[in-house]
């Protein structure tokens, strides 16, 4: 598929090693008691949280319910509601996520101290063009 096509939010998810996730998610056993959402989709959901600018459980559950048929594709079967967000913050342990963390950096630091090597060798000016958006 073209990366025209994908998501900026779906190019991220792709990042994550979905085996390397699944291991340490064994490894702590954090799906053990998840009551219908599981850790892959925790992190689905924390990932929208920050990628969205969400400021709270409303904001993410009402936002993932709108993206709904792009999620089935991302691994997501349920969208979880408010109060299901809010017993998985409150109850899983920060290990999963932290670990992901860790093996995530490991991956890609070379390729991204490639990158800054590279654009330290540029003899030319270069621009890069910020979208973020200023509220008012």
Do not use: W
Not at 53 to 68: A, E, N, P, Y
């Amino acid at each position: 598929m073209p990366s025209s096509k994908i998501t900026l939010f779906s190019q991220v998810l792709q990042l994550v090693d979905r085996v390397s996730f699944q291991k340490i998610v064994n490894k702590y056993q954090s799906d053990k008691h998840s009551k219908g959402i599981n850790s892959s989709t925790h992190l689905v959901s924390m990932l929208f949280m920050q990628m969205s600018d969400c400021h709270s459980l409303r904001d993410i559950s009402m936002g993932l319910r709108s993206v709904k048929g792009n999620l089935q594709h991302m691994g997501v079967g349920k969208v979880p509601s408010k109060s299901s967000i809010s017993y998985i913050n409150k109850s899983r342990r920060y290990d999963v996520f932290r670990d992901l963390y860790f093996a995530l950096l490991e991956k890609y630091e070379a390729s991204v101290q490639r990158r800054r090597k590279y654009a330290r060798r540029l003899k030319r000016k270069f621009f890069v063009m910020d979208s973020s958006v200023i509220p008012l």
